[in-house]
């Protein structure tokens, strides 16, 4: 179900452009809060085997290159919230020079919405500067 009538839906929604946000502007604080402790995130990639992260690797990765320029460019396609306690937000975010499709996987902790699983592609989108 996709609606702002689903109970966490909207939180859900704000933190996936959180996490657009904070990938744009390498805040590695943002994201190391967002993320679950055992966070992991899988790469599909066209030929081999598909990159598989965990939070310390993805977290450096960020925190490797400086902010990009300008606004955040990104859309959230979906996102869907079943039994309050779990969540998907699918959507895809610029990461210059390339567009990234996110499939994002969030569990409620403790009250609090916590990323727990990353799977993602290199999407068709526009060559960006950076």
Do not use: N, Q
């Amino acid at each position: 179900m996709d609606g702002a009538s689903v109970p966490g839906h909207d939180g859900v929604h704000a933190l996936a452009a959180t996490y657009c946000e904070a990938l744009h502007h390498a805040r590695v604080d943002v994201l190391d809060d967002m993320c679950h402790d055992r966070f992991a995130m899988t790469g599909v990639v066209a030929e081999g085997e598909p990159l598989v992260w965990d939070k310390a690797t993805f977290l450096s990765r960020v925190g490797g290159r400086d902010a990009f320029p300008g606004e955040p460019s990104f859309e959230i396609l979906s996102v869907d919230v079943a039994g309050g306690d779990m969540a998907r937000a699918h959507l895809w975010v610029d990461v210059p020079p390339r567009r990234f499709e996110d499939h994002l996987g969030f569990v409620r902790v403790d009250g609090t919405w916590k990323l727990m699983t990353k799977v993602f592609r290199t999407a068709d989108g526009p060559a960006l500067e950076g």
